[in-house]
């Protein structure tokens, strides 16, 4: 069974820094897409970034500049380091992961992220 699984939330003040990590139960090698996600209440679940067979990647355009996405398969994850972040990025953040033919959709269980003075 794939599982996802985040770390790296926590509460920082405006302007400082985070870095999300998330770890696969399999090879992240064997997913076409992996991204990161947020959804703070009362509202959809919005995509914050994601990158495609490794290599082509995609940003929302309110963290353009200062999100930045990457795949480690070394180390079997796929991380988001945050950087300038402001109170607009408070939400939680899923770890999202497709593969197969069919794009089969896999969730983490979210990791909270607080910015705030």
């Known amino acids: 069974q794939v599982q996802l699984v985040e770390s790296g939330g926590g509460l920082v003040q405006p302007g400082e820094s985070l870095r999300l990590s998330c770890e696969g139960s399999?090879?992240?090698?064997?997913?076409?897409?992996l991204g990161w996600y947020r959804q703070v209440p009362g509202k959809k679940r919005e995509l914050v970034a994601d990158?495609?067979?490794?290599?082509?990647?995609n940003y929302a355009d309110s963290v353009k500049g200062r999100f930045t996405i990457a795949r480690d398969t070394a180390k079997n994850t796929v991380s988001l380091q945050m950087n300038n972040l402001n109170p607009e990025d408070t939400a939680v953040y899923y770890c999202?992961?497709?593969?197969?033919?069919?794009?089969?959709?896999?969730w983490g269980q979210g990791t909270q992220v607080t910015v705030s003075s």
């Open positions: 999202y992961a497709n593969r197969g033919a069919f794009r089969e959709e896999y």
């Open positions: 399999v090879s992240i090698l064997s997913f076409y897409t």
């Open positions: 990158i495609t067979l490794g290599t082509r990647t």
